[in-house]
């Protein structure tokens, strides 16, 4: 199959010059010049890799990254700039672009980064397939023994054979649309979609285009009708998901639809409906922000008719173990790894640490030691002896270090930086400081 490859720039000249130079290479090639229209194109048509530049005219290439990786996690990015901004750079790596260039400057690396970004695209597809094929989302899958987490979990179970909205609260990274996909499966909208949106990806013109959909011309780029959120969960489950980052002109769109199943598209004039099952998640306390007036009291109320609140890992600590053998296992079939040797020295200090990022954090730690370990086995000396929140922070192996990863990543040093939780910056100084280029 082609690859399709959708280029954003409001610079109409340059636009049409890359596309030439790249749909010359074989690839197929899409074009807007708002970031409204590159949205809607991603909507509309299965991209592979987008070349964007920072400065649009309606949004900020470098915040545009984190919007596309949350929504297409398969899909790479490059970013294009042409003021060469090093803090810009940084940041576009930390949301997830797979590389910064310079227009003019960098006109002859395009065509080899971008077929290098295809190869990386390549490696997203198939791990997300792996991980899809693996994952049941019911409640056998949810592995945990502890107390507080077992009187949660017992809650979500009743909870799921009821029509009734359900609020999920907790700490990032507690395990939020884990618990609504498996409310989901379990419940007698499981034959419907199950559609999920972090609310805080997204700006507010897109994230009511995602949600209620639109009509053909109802802004620049709007080129077809394209469906929303609501719409697609039809007979199924809405998962909205950070919802205490909704903008307060959404929240009165939104508490209608919970209220009558009503709702228009943008551009549109005529009533659409929907009957969905909502599950929502915060981090928040939407009590304190509703007295504070940055959330609507009506739709707090509407939302909070059934709460499951999430513990922290610090408050189930027992369950620890059992994660990080899960994880394991999981990684190292995507890693190719067998016979995976975990020392006791290795579990103890997994029970030892806070995780103030929980469930996602120990996962990423996990991720990272399995990188780095030597001869197969897990130790203590894989993990670092501070909370400093970097498992893997330079020290007095950090060229080691780096060359590990570096090898895992293929080269590629915007996952490499990723991957050490440092900024593309350090990591390009590290380069150099080592003579590792």
Not at 152 to 178: D, I, P
Not at 392 to 413: C, P, Q, R, W
Request: proline fraction near 2%; charged fraction near 30%.
């Amino acid at each position: 199959m082609i690859p399709k490859i959708l280029i954003i720039d409001d610079e109409l000249k340059l636009l049409k010059l890359l596309g030439m130079i790249i749909s010359n290479e074989g690839y197929e090639v899409f074009q807007a010049s708002t970031a409204r229209s590159g949205m809607n194109m991603l909507s509309t048509h299965k991209i592979d890799l987008v070349l964007c530049d920072v400065r649009l005219p309606d949004a900020f290439g470098v915040d545009l990254v984190k919007e596309i990786k949350t929504k297409y996690p398969h899909i790479e990015i490059i970013l294009m700039t042409a003021y060469g901004n090093i803090p810009d750079g940084v940041q576009a790596m930390r949301n997830g672009a797979y590389d910064y260039i310079v227009k003019g400057d960098d006109n002859e690396k395009i065509i080899p980064l971008v077929s290098k970004a295809l190869e990386k695209v390549k490696d997203n597809l198939k791990n997300i397939q792996q991980e899809k094929s693996s994952k049941k989302n019911d409640f056998s899958t949810i592995i945990g023994k502890s107390q507080s987490f077992l009187y949660s979990k017992m809650l979500a179970e009743k909870v799921s054979r009821t029509e009734t909205a359900v609020l999920l609260t907790g700490e990032t990274g507690t395990g939020k649309e884990v618990f609504a996909n498996a409310i989901h499966q379990e419940s007698s909208r499981n034959k419907g979609n199950f559609m999920a949106i972090n609310c805080s990806a997204f700006g507010k013109d897109v994230l009511e285009s995602e949600l209620f959909g639109h009509k053909k011309g109802a802004f620049t780029g709007a080129v077809s009708d394209k469906k929303g959120l609501i719409e697609e969960a039809q007979n199924g489950t809405l998962f909205l998901d950070e919802i205490g980052e909704m903008p307060l002109e959404l929240q009165s769109k939104m508490l209608r639809v919970l209220e009558s199943g009503e709702f228009i598209k943008m551009g549109d004039t005529k009533i659409s409906r929907s009957n969905f099952r909502l599950i929502a998640a915060t981090n928040r306390d939407l009590k304190e922000e509703s007295r504070l007036g940055n959330f609507r009291e009506d739709l707090y109320f509407r939302l909070n008719v059934f709460e499951i609140h999430l513990p922290t890992l610090r408050e189930r600590k027992e369950d620890i173990r059992e994660l990080a053998k899960f994880y394991v296992d999981q990684f190292s079939i995507k890693m190719n790894l067998k016979n995976v040797l975990i020392n006791e020295d290795f579990y103890k200090k997994l029970e030892n640490n806070s995780w103030k990022g929980n469930i996602r954090e120990l996962k990423n730690t996990l991720e990272r030691c399995l990188i780095l370990m030597e001869n197969n086995e897990l130790s203590a000396t894989n993990l670092p002896d501070s909370e400093s929140g970097n498992s893997f922070a330079m020290s007095s192996v950090e060229k080691d270090h780096i060359l590990k990863v570096l090898n895992y990543t293929k080269g590629n040093k915007a996952e490499a930086a990723r991957l050490l939780d440092i900024g593309i910056a350090t990591l390009y100084r590290k380069l150099e400081e080592y003579q590792m280029k």
